[in-house]
């Protein structure tokens, strides 16, 4: 799949409070290979669609070959796509009870900064 059919899976709605920091959590994976993704971020003028975000996770995990490789294909379509004040991409893949991957990026926009909401992040 090119990155322009990846990134036309991405569909969203117009944020109904622009003026607000929230933060919206989506969550999914690929439950066959033990890979869960938690996709955390503060939208600006748009917010994910979440049946979307299913569909576009389906078509990462069919071609990405790492966990690294699609957290940083979902960190650069999202940044494109929603253009959010902050966002967050953990992916964790579990292998037996004694085996997990973890990978996380984070990027925000050069002149947002809410420190008090960033504050109430859980850490890694």
């Not at 650069?76 to 009870?97: C, F, G, P, S, Y």
Request: aromatic letters at 8%; hydrophobic letters at 40%.
């Amino acid at each position: 799949m090119t990155l322009t059919e990846r990134r036309a899976l991405i569909t969203t709605h117009s944020n109904p409070n622009k003026a607000l920091d929230y933060i919206i959590t989506l969550k999914g994976g690929d439950q066959s290979r033990g890979i869960v993704v938690s996709f955390r971020y503060i939208p600006d003028k748009v917010i994910l669609d979440h049946a979307a975000f299913t569909s576009y996770l389906h078509a990462i995990f069919n071609d990405c070959t790492s966990l690294e490789e699609a957290g940083t294909w979902i960190l650069e379509d999202m940044n494109n796509e929603l253009v959010a004040r902050w966002l967050q991409v953990n992916l964790t893949q579990h292998k037996d009870e004694m085996s997990e991957h973890l990978v996380v990026l984070e990027d925000h926009q050069p002149q947002w900064n809410n420190t008090h909401l960033k504050d109430r992040f859980a850490k890694i």
